[in-house]
């Protein structure tokens, strides 16, 4: 429940976006929603630097008292956000933030205070998958069992990234909309507390190596698998934001290109979903027991990619091509972090704490997030080809793969 909060919230704010500004006196024009997007998305930068941090506490504490910790600080920095706006939709009025010169310092203060709020959430919730993946890979499994474990994690994410959007189409008002997240974390609270988690610390610090400094972790880790996690999700941040250009090509008017828009993307959520629920897993003991290796299957997912960008970089685009190269693309992007993430574990397990790797990839895939929006609109205003990008930066990606599991092989 944790994950699917984490993925709701990281979408349902976005879909809420227009009616957030009105409310806080930014009006219906997106070009005057700098400063409110600066608010929104202070959570990301938080979500960078608690990583960290909360890879080494979970290292060293108890899990358990760790959880409750992050999920009572995500519920009182959601609540204490949707609070505000409570007060403000209820007569706490705000002057225009579009004129500077109007600027009260009630509307400044209220306006640090909500950023505060979104940056605490996403320190809290930086936790989450660091506590999800350092409790399934306490165990020694089989390789294939590992990764259909941190695939059906990542799936958790995506499917919460999914239902965000939806929720927005629900008759709530706006402030029990963004309470959502809060309410799904106070639900697997319930549900903790009605069942037995029995957890050996002693155990749990016995199997693991000793807490290290973050950048000792980062310098430790392989540059190999470090660079595929910011690859793949600067290519995730790319897609996303290709699309739309593709879809002006096909000469559909503003309402009709966002219509399609979103049908893209729920193509694509759907897509992820099946591939780390039911796809991926049932192929990959397949593929393992025919090929007799652990690097076939990653590479496949790589060359999936290409191929996908293969796709977008033809000359002449239709939607069955579209179509099909988001699909592979999907494929890719669903198993690839599975197969990293664990391929880490096992090389650096004895060295670094699995929740310091864990925290690690996600201060990574932060980064690649944000680099791949940059890399995105800076080659918009150039006008150049996004997909020929996307083509070198999926190729380095699959020698990135192999170079990693090459280094566990050898």
Known sequence: MQLIALGVNQTLLIALLPQLAVLLGFGHNPEDWGLLLLVMNANLPSYWLASGWWGKKITCGDTNQISKQANYGFILSISLFVTLLLLIENGLELPQATNTDSMSLLNTLLLTVLALCRFASGAFASAFLPLAQTNITQTPEAYETNISKLS??????????????????????????????????????????????????????????????????FKLLSKPGLTAALLTTSMVAMTQLVLLPFIAKFGYTEKQASHYYAQLMIYLSVFVIASQRWLLPYLIPKIAQLTKSQTAYPLLLSLCLILGTVLLCLPQQN????????????????????????????????????????????????????????VTAALLAQNLNIAHVQLALATLLLFCIYALFQKHTI
Do not use: D, M
């Open 152 to 217: 059906h994690l990542s799936s958790l994410i995506t499917l919460g990234r999914f239902i965000g959007p939806i929720l927005v189409l629900l008759p709530f008002p706006l402030v029990l909309h963004l309470i959502i997240p809060a309410l799904l974390i106070l639900v697997s609270l319930i549900q903790k507390s009605r069942t037995t988690i029995i957890q050996s610390n002693e155990a749990q610090n016995a199997s693991v190596a000793t807490a290290q400094k973050q950048i000792q972790v």
């Open 319 to 374: 939607w069955p091509t579209l179509l099909l190269a988001l699909a592979c693309i999907a494929i890719a992007i669903a198993g690839l972090p599975a197969c990293y993430t664990h391929q880490l574990f096992e090389q650096h397990h004895i060295q670094i704490p699995r929740a310091q790797i864990s925290a690690a990839i996600a201060q990574v895939h932060t980064l690649g997030h944000l680099l791949g929006t940059a």
